[in-house]
């Protein structure tokens, strides 16, 4: 979850770096061969800086606000929107990738968590933000959960930057819950759909649910408890692809967007066997654990800690903006808790991985992907925040940015889990 007045306040507080100047500077110089939609970023060029604000002057909120090297303005950084840090970022978007808007909308967060690719109708599933202001979701009511057909974009779609309204939006749940409530997390699990709700208010525990990917979308509880005891709002979640078991985040979102009562269990993460119904905990020590996602192989675990982002209360930032990775035993336990990036701007949210193990994580300046060492190697660079995006297979990618919703094409990437069917 990203809570949405911080987008807000971000555009209000403008961008960071100086937009009088236009020249480009030596970092941005195009070499020869990369993409016309890329452009190179020289770490080198902002080691020093003549000038380093103090987070007061932006009223506090400079760890929100999208950064680049100097000389360099929004537009320029937006106008080729795929950064290169690393040369290594070359292999990933290939030669001709594309960054094209779907559809906007005038304030509501309908584009929000829960990519889910579902490989034989070729669509996508995303949902609305809960508990976002704007979406007057939460406590009143339920976010929705909606889909595109990814097989409607065609090249004439991908060829333009702006070709919002070309596509399809089609409504999948709506907004009594009675499908899923208040959903936030989504992957493929066992030719369905699995969906995590976060619940509403005192009497509407957060739950996993199943759901089938066709109309009339049947759909059931699969768990919404621990030893009877309601979680605190169900957030994201990955399948082991050595087990088949579902680990999942509960942080307290819901609680600190005033739609979830006090906490009643510590920020943890969680794994729930279907097949013998036991649910444990595999790891906890969070402030805020959020997006999940295991390596290609099923060796690592990377889980997100958005702690920095406290809600409807705020920021607080000596809290984490951290993605950790564990060690997965082959009993599906988990160990060796490594600091795997921290990253700016914003928090780190919805996380995925490729083929190759880079992990690619939403944040408040688009999607940042970083190598197996944790080094930044290269953006997919909005200039405004993604909370979730996902794979859809070879070369292509669904990025959720609230009110805006963006297709990559021609990427040479591939999703490690292309709507695996465990
Ligand atoms: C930024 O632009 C100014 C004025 O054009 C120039 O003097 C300076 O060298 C540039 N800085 C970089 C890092 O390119
Ligand atoms: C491609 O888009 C243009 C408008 O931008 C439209 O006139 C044309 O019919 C489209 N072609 C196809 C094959 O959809
Ligand atoms: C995209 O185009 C629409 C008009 O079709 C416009 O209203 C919207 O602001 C544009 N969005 C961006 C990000 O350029
Ligand atoms: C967004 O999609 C919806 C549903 O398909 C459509 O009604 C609306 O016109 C689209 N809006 C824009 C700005 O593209």
Redesign the pocket.
């Known amino acids: 979850m990203r809570p949405l007045h911080l987008h807000r306040i971000l555009l209000k507080s403008g961008f960071l770096l100086c937009v009088a100047?236009s020249?480009?500077?030596?970092?941005q110089t195009e070499r020869q061969n990369i993409p016309a939609q890329a452009q190179t970023i020289d770490q080198k060029?902002?080691n020093v800086l003549q000038n380093v604000p103090p987070p007061s002057e932006y009223g506090g909120f400079l760890a929100w606000i999208p950064f680049g090297?100097?000389?360099a303005t929004l537009e320029s950084l937006v106008a080729r929107p795929f950064h290169i840090y690393s040369k290594e970022f070359e292999d990933i978007i290939g030669s001709n990738p594309t960054l094209t808007l779907l559809n906007h909308t005038n304030g509501d967060p309908l584009f929000h968590e829960a990519p889910v690719w579902n490989p034989s109708t070729d669509e996508m599933f995303f949902c609305q933000n809960s508990g976002a202001t704007a979406a007057g979701t939460g406590i009143q009511k339920s976010a929705i959960i909606q889909k595109i057909k990814l097989s409607t974009i065609t090249s004439n779609i991908t060829s333009q930057r702006n070709a919002s309204g070309s596509v399809q939006i089609e409504l999948v749940t709506g907004d009594d819950g009675a499908k899923v409530m208040n959903p936030n997390g989504g992957t493929n699990y066992k030719n369905k759909l699995l969906f995590l709700g976060q619940g509403k208010g005192e009497n509407v525990p957060p739950a996993i649910y199943l759901m089938d990917p066709k109309p009339p979308y049947d759909t059931k509880v699969v768990l919404n408890n621990f030893f009877g005891r309601q979680f605190n709002s169900l957030n994201d979640v990955s399948i082991n692809p050595r087990n088949g078991d579902i680990y999942f985040t509960d942080p307290t979102y819901g609680f600190v967007q005033d739609f979830r009562p006090a906490p009643g269990f510590p920020k943890q993460v969680w794994r729930f066997s279907e097949a013998t119904g036991a649910v444990t905990v595999v790891a906890d020590g969070f402030s805020m654990p959020n997006g999940i996602q295991f390596s290609p192989s099923g060796s690592h675990l990377y889980v997100t800690d958005s702690g920095m982002a406290q809600g409807f209360r705020g920021m607080e930032y000596s809290n984490p903006s951290t993605i950790y990775r564990y060690d997965v035993s082959k009993d599906g336990t988990l160990s060796n808790r490594q600091t795997f990036a921290f990253v700016t701007p914003g928090v780190p949210d919805g996380i995925n991985v490729d083929t190759k193990g880079n992990v690619y994580v939403g944040c408040a300046d688009g999607v940042q992907v970083y190598n197996p060492s944790g080094k930044l190697i290269g953006k997919i660079f909005l200039g405004k925040g993604v909370a979730n995006f996902q794979f859809a297979g070879k070369g292509r990618m669904v990025l959720l940015a609230e009110t805006e919703l963006y297709f990559v094409g021609g990427l040479k990437a591939e999703g490690a889990f292309p709507g695996k069917l465990y």
């Open positions: 100047c020249t480009p500077s030596s970092a060029t902002f090297p100097p000389n």
